[in-house]
């Protein structure tokens, strides 16, 4: 069975830059996460989708950041204009969540994406 | 809300025993525990609820103290695959989502 499916799994990119990153969830899964991971600050939840619908974007950090979830088996997370600070690892999650918009299921996370900023 | 894991690191021999400590300084529902292999993706590991249910596949043990707050996470008779680094993750104050700890590295030797 495919897993969650990220792309690309490599950026390397100058500030200023747009980048997308894309992720195809596991089919069925009806919660969709993105979550940034970085030495410093570890492993950060960005925004949560369930049944497309963006539930909680409150880690987004600013408005450079965006995401999108047009239909159950795909999602973008964009940036723009890109900086430095925003380089990271950039993990796609998805679960199967039979009470609702909450978190009680295992995630299955993609390969990830790491960005890099210069 | 971030939960705090303890100790930060651990480095053990084959065979020998360690518990990753996650407390949160907010009531917990359910606490969830994932391991992440240098360079791969978190892959999950077990999730208990409150009230005592324990959901899991591994064959690697947990407690979940209520009234503390708190979770245990028991590797016994470690091995090399149990290498990498350990998360712990608790319900937002939404209800929405996980919230991780910064994680506890385990470095496990022949």
């Known amino acids: 069975d495919a897993g969650v499916i990220q792309s690309p799994r490599h950026e390397v990119t100058e500030m200023g830059q747009e980048v997308t990153l894309r992720c195809k969830p596991i089919?069925?899964?009806?919660?969709l996460f993105w979550y940034r991971q970085t030495m410093m600050r570890g492993l950060e939840l960005l925004i949560y989708f369930n049944n497309n619908v963006p539930i909680d974007d409150s880690g987004m950090p600013e408005d450079r950041f965006s995401a999108k979830m047009p239909n159950a088996s795909f999602s973008t997370l964009k940036i723009q204009p890109s900086e430095p600070r925003d380089s990271a690892v950039y993990f796609c999650?998805?679960?199967?969540?039979?009470?609702?918009?909450?978190?009680?299921?295992?995630?299955?996370f993609g390969p990830g994406t790491r960005l890099t900023v210069l | 809300q971030q939960p705090v894991q303890s100790p930060q690191a651990v480095i053990l021999r084959e065979g020998e025993d360690a518990v990753i400590n996650c407390s949160s300084s907010k009531a917990l529902y359910s606490v969830h525990w994932y391991r992440q292999k240098h360079g791969e993706a978190p892959v999950f590991l077990m999730i208990l609820l409150k009230g005592g249910e324990q959901k899991g596949h591994e064959k690697i043990s947990a407690s979940f103290n209520e009234k503390k707050q708190q979770s245990s996470l028991y590797l016994t008779a470690s091995q090399l695959s149990y290498s990498g680094t350990y998360f712990c993750g608790t319900v937002n104050q939404a209800g929405t989502a996980l919230i991780f700890g910064k994680g506890t590295t385990l470095s496990v030797s022949s």
């Open positions: 999650a998805s679960s199967l969540e039979r009470a609702g918009p909450s978190s009680y299921n295992e995630q299955f």
């Open positions: 089919s069925g899964h009806n919660s």
